[in-house]
């Protein structure tokens, strides 16, 4: 573990959840730091979800640079903030906040994070199809990204038919509505027939369920070729998802990449420098105990 100089200047950054004792985000954020020899410091910050505005103040009042947002505040904090980004906004959810002259800012790194790995592919994207998985606070910023790639239609699978129409219906005023459509998952067979980008939002595969898959290898066999699978989940790495998936012809992407990005992302607001992404990633996959 890296150990960082603590003086009387050192400004102060952290991660606010309920849990918060599982978060890498201090492996990464706190390597960085490091490896910039900035004077500051990331600490988990555990606040209970009753004490949130509390905790907003106080952070106010000894002067915090800024902290990250994780479950289950992303929403909870929007009506707290003085300033929220258009795609904060959209998505619902905010991940990072910031000092501003006004007071508190906060915007979504999740969307960013998520993209980062698929601009690579350089594909045209305005040709495909994305198939999504899940109804959550993921699967928002997942739809506010494909949006922004420009892919041609948008389908959400989900459990819940009332969570669906929601989901749906929470779209309703954005530009994304008309290429959006949101499925159960009885249709996922026909779906993934024409999935080009298929994205795992569910928690389905992920420590210490290690066996489970959202989507069985029979129903893989039919995505259309040169397909990419996405599993936004990071542990395990990789999940069975992926495997079948590369089994089957497809490009895997896990959900490590997403977890750096969207903490680059937002300790270069906090900091207002260019971050090693590098170092983060690194630091992440030994704290994970993978291959650097
Ligand atoms: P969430 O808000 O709790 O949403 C989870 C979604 O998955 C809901 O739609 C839920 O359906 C559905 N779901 C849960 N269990 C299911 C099951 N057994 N079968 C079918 N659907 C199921 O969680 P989230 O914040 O969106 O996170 C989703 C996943 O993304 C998690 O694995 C999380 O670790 C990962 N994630 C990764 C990153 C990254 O940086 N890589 C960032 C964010 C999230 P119901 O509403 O019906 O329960």
Same mark, same amino acid.
Request: aromatic share 6%.
């Given at each position: 573990?890296?150990? /960082? ?7 102060? /950054?952290?991660? +606010? ?19 910039? =020899? ?12 009753? &004490? ?5 103040? =106080? ?11 994780? +479950?289950? #505040? ?24 910031? %000092?501003?002259?006004?007071? !508190?800012?906060?915007? &979504? ?27 959550? =606070? ?13 892919? %041609?239609? +948008? ?13 749906? #219906?929470? !779209? ?10 949101? #499925? ?15 994205? &795992? ?20 066999? #039919? ?18 998802? /992926? &495997? +079948?998936? %590369? ?22 607001? !906090? ?22």
């Amino acid at each position: 573990m890296t150990i /960082l100089a603590i003086t009387g200047k050192t400004k102060l /950054l952290g991660v +606010i959840g309920h849990p918060v004792e599982h978060s890498l985000s201090p492996v990464m954020h706190n390597a960085a730091i490091a490896s910039l =020899g900035a004077d500051c410091i990331y600490l988990p910050l555990p606040v209970k979800p009753e &004490n949130l505005p509390a905790a907003i103040a =106080g952070f106010s009042a000894i002067g915090l640079l800024g902290f990250s947002v994780t +479950i289950p #505040h992303k929403q909870a904090i929007v009506p707290l903030l003085s300033e929220v980004s258009p795609v904060a906004r959209a998505v619902g959810a905010v991940n990072t906040v910031w %000092r501003s002259p006004s007071g !508190w800012a906060g915007t &979504n790194t999740d969307v960013q994070g998520f993209l980062a790995p698929l601009l690579e592919q350089q594909r045209d994207w305005s040709q495909t199809s994305a198939v999504i998985l899940g109804t959550g =606070g993921a699967s928002r910023a997942v739809v506010a990204g494909c949006a922004e790639l420009d892919v %041609r239609e +948008i389908c959400v699978v989900g459990r819940d038919r009332d969570k669906l129409a929601a989901f749906q #219906h929470s !779209w309703a005023d954005s530009s994304i509505s008309a290429a959006l459509s949101t #499925h159960t998952w009885e249709e996922l067979p026909q779906l993934i027939s024409r999935s080009h980008l298929l994205v &795992n939002a569910t928690p389905v595969g992920m420590y210490p369920k290690v066996d489970e898959t959202p989507v069985t290898a029979a129903q893989m066999a #039919h995505l259309p070729a040169g397909a990419i699978v996405y599993d936004l989940i990071y542990t395990p790495n990789p999940t069975v998802f /992926l &495997n +079948i998936a %590369r089994d089957s012809g497809a490009i895997a992407i896990d959900g490590l990449e997403m977890l750096v990005q969207q903490g680059a992302a937002a300790l270069q607001i !906090w900091l207002q420098q260019q971050v090693p992404a590098g170092v983060m990633r690194q630091s992440l996959r030994q704290h994970l105990g993978l291959a650097p």
